[in-house]
C-alpha cells in the first residue's frame, strides 16, 4: 500500500525555518516525482515545489521560492522541503503527493497519492 507520511510542520516564528519530511512506504520514490502542497484555510490548495524522478526541481509559489529547497534522499526514501525565513501568510496545512511519472505539474490532480498533512504556523 503506498503511503506518504509528513511531519516537521510545527508553531515558528516569522524568520525561522522548517524542514519538512515526507516519508514514503509502500513502493519506492527513485521513479516517481513527488511534489509539496499547501493549503490555507480558506484558500485552494496550491503547488509549493516538486522533484521529478530524475531529481530536477520545480517551485511553483512565487512567493516562497526563493525561500524553499527540495530535496531527496533515495536511502530513506524520503522527500524533504527546507523552508527559511518563514512568513506569517506560510501559515497553512502542507501537504506532499507523489504521481508515478517522471515529470513534475504543479497541479493537485495530477498526483495520485497524497499525504494527511502536516500544520505549519508562523506567527509574527
Known amino acids: 500500500e503506498v503511503q506518504l507520511v509528513e511531519s516537521g510542520g510545527g508553531l515558528v516564528q516569522a524568520g525561522g525555518s522548517l524542514r519538512l519530511t515526507c516519508a514514503a512506504s509502500?513502493?519506492?520514490?527513485?521513479?516517481?516525482?513527488i511534489g509539496w502542497f499547501r493549503q490555507a484555510p480558506g484558500k485552494e490548495r496550491e503547488g509549493v515545489s516538486c522533484i521529478s524522478s530524475t531529481d530536477t526541481p520545480k517551485y511553483y509559489s512565487d512567493s516562497v521560492k526563493a525561500r524553499v529547497t527540495i530535496s531527496r534522499d533515495r536511502t530513506k526514501n524520503e522527500v524533504y522541503l527546507q523552508m527559511s525565513d518563514l512568513k506569517v501568510e506560510d501559515t497553512a496545512v502542507y501537504y506532499c503527493a507523489a504521481v508515478d511519472y517522471y515529470y513534475c505539474l504543479g497541479v493537485v490532480s495530477y498526483f495520485d497519492y497524497w499525504g494527511q498533512g502536516t500544520q505549519v504556523t508562523v506567527s509574527s
Open positions: 509502500g513502493f519506492t520514490i527513485d521513479n516517481w516525482s
